[in-house]
Each structure stands twice: as C-alpha cells, then as structure tokens.
C-alpha cells in the first residue's frame, strides 16, 4: 500500500524547535522528490520544502535559515527539522510525492506556535 505518515507534530513556544518526519510506505524516498507543504486556517497550502532523488534541498524563503529537508534512506523516511519557530508557522503539515503520475499525501500533522 502506498503511504505517507507524518509525525512528530505539537505546540512549541516561539522561537523553539520540532522535527517532524514522513514515514514512507510502498515507494522509495530516494527515486523521487518529496516535498512538506503546509496549511495554516483560512489559507491556501503552500510549499514548504523539497528535496530532489539527487539530494537538492529547497525551502520557502519564509523559512529560509529556519527550516532544513533531509532524507534517511534506510528508514525511507523525510525530515523536516524546524528552528527559530514563530507564531506564523501555525498551520497543518503535509508531506507529499509523486508516484505514477499522482500526488500522494499524508494525513498531515498540526503544529502550533504559542506561548
């Protein structure tokens, strides 16, 4: 079955840290490129951060410096490790591929910045 499982999700003080990460299922992490998109209430999703079959890693730049997309291959697995958070990265986050054509998406995970 083909599956993608977010984890590590909650709600974190601003300026602190979560690493959230997107177990995959049925398909290779390393043949394709995988993204984190998210969506806060009212808003559209937007991406977040991608990282290519050949280990290039892009992020928003409204996370730039904050955010860093890495890939364990041997757990097929992504990770999104999130610093310096701030009120404004309040939103779900979804992890996605595609595979055979068709966008594959978790369940997504919230995340929440407050004090």
């Known amino acids: 079955q083909v599956q993608l499982v977010e984890s590590g999700g909650g709600l974190v003080q601003p300026g602190g840290s979560l690493s959230l990460s997107c177990a995959a299922s049925g398909m290779s992490v390393s043949s394709r490129t995988m993204g984190w998109y998210r969506q806060a209430p009212q808003k559209q999703r937007e991406l977040v951060a991608t990282i290519t079959k050949n280990g290039d890693a892009n992020v928003a730049d409204s996370v730039k410096g904050r955010f860093t997309i890495s890939r364990d291959n041997a757990k097929n697995t992504v990770v999104l490790q999130m610093d310096s958070l701030k009120p404004e990265d309040t939103a779900v986050y979804y992890c996605?591929?595609?595979?055979?054509?068709?966008?594959?998406w978790g369940q997504g995970t919230q995340v929440t910045v407050s004090s």
């Open positions: 996605h591929a595609t595979r055979l054509g068709r966008d594959v």
